[in-house]
C-alpha cells in the first residue's frame, strides 16, 4: 500500500527552512514542547486574524517570535495595544524577555493556511463543500499559483457514510524537491461531525544558489526549469541527442 511523504518535511533543508531556529544539546525536548505549546496557543489566540504560520527564535535570555498574517493590525492593535499585551503574555508563560516580529502576507490567496481555514469556515457556515472548494480554486489560480488541489473528508453534505471528494486545477508536482508545494490541514466542526480539509499548491519552482535553504545548497546546479529533465536530457540535451533523425536509428560509431 503506497504511502504519502508530508510535502512539507520533505523539502526541509532543500527549498524550506526549520520553523524553530535553535538548538540545545541539555534541554532540547522541554524547549520543543515550549514551541509546540506556544504555536498551539497563539493558533488560537490569533484566530481571527488569519495567521499563516508561527516562528521561534532562541538566544539564551531572548525567546524572537515572528507571526505570518494577513490581518497584522489585528495582531498590532491601535497604537501597538494588542502586540505589547500579547508580549506579556508570552513573557507571563516562557518566564523571559520576548521579541514579537510581524509579517505580512501579501497575497493570503497563496497560503494553503489560509486557504483551507477560508474552506472549513464556509463548511461551518453550511455553504456547499464543491461551492466552497471550486471558489477556493478559482480564486487561488486567478493570483497566480502554478496548481491547486484541494480534498474534504467527513459527512460530506449530512450524508450517513463519510467519504473523501476533491478538486485540482493545474500541476502539483509531489515528486519534484524543487517545486515550492505549500500544504495545510484544517478542520471544520459541523453539526453532522468533523470534516478535514487538505490543500495543496504548488507556487512555482524554486531554482539556483540564492533561492535554496538548507545544507548542500552551493552544490545545487543552475539549471533552468526547461533543462532539467531525466535520463539524457538532465543537461540540456534534446530526446534525439545521437540518433539519426532521418532513419530514427542511432548513429554508428567510427
Not at 525567546?63 to 495582531?75: E, F, K, N, S, Y
Amino acid at each position: 500500500m503506497g504511502q504519502k511523504v508530508h510535502p512539507l518535511g520533505l523539502r526541509v533543508g532543500i527549498i524550506r527552512t526549520w520553523n524553530s531556529h535553535w538548538f540545545d544539546e541539555r534541554n532540547f525536548a522541554d524547549k520543543l514542547e515550549e514551541d509546540l505549546y506556544l504555536r498551539k496557543y497563539l493558533m488560537q489566540r490569533l484566530k481571527g486574524a488569519s495567521v499563516s504560520g508561527v516562528t521561534f527564535e532562541r538566544t539564551p535570555k531572548m525567546l524572537t517570535l515572528t507571526i505570518r498574517t494577513a490581518r497584522p493590525g489585528i495582531v498590532i492593535g491601535r497604537k501597538g495595544a494588542e502586540v505589547d499585551k500579547l508580549k506579556a503574555e508570552l513573557k507571563k508563560l516562557t518566564k523571559r524577555d520576548v521579541q514579537v516580529n510581524i509579517y505580512e502576507i501579501k497575497r493570503p490567496e497563496l497560503e494553503a493556511k489560509l486557504v483551507a481555514d477560508m474552506i472549513a469556515q464556509q463548511l461551518e457556515g453550511r455553504v456547499s463543500f464543491r461551492r466552497a472548494m471550486k471558489k477556493a480554486i478559482q480564486t487561488t489560480m486567478r493570483m497566480g499559483a502554478e496548481g491547486i488541489k484541494v480534498l474534504v473528508s467527513g459527512r460530506l453534505g449530512g450524508a450517513e457514510m463519510s467519504r473523501t471528494e476533491g478538486y485540482k486545477e493545474g500541476r502539483t508536482p509531489l515528486h519534484t524537491l524543487r517545486a515550492d508545494i505549500d500544504y495545510a490541514l484544517s478542520v471544520a466542526r459541523t453539526t453532522y461531525g468533523t470534516i478535514g480539509v487538505k490543500v495543496w499548491i504548488c507556487r512555482g519552482e524554486v531554482i539556483g544558489k540564492g533561492k535554496v535553504n538548507g545544507p548542500g545548497a552551493e552544490e545545487r546546479h543552475e539549471a533552468s526549469a526547461e533543462n532539467f529533465g531525466r535520463g539524457d536530457r538532465e543537461h540540456g540535451r534534446d530526446r534525439d541527442h545521437g540518433r539519426d533523425r532521418g532513419r530514427g536509428d542511432r548513429r554508428q560509431s567510427k
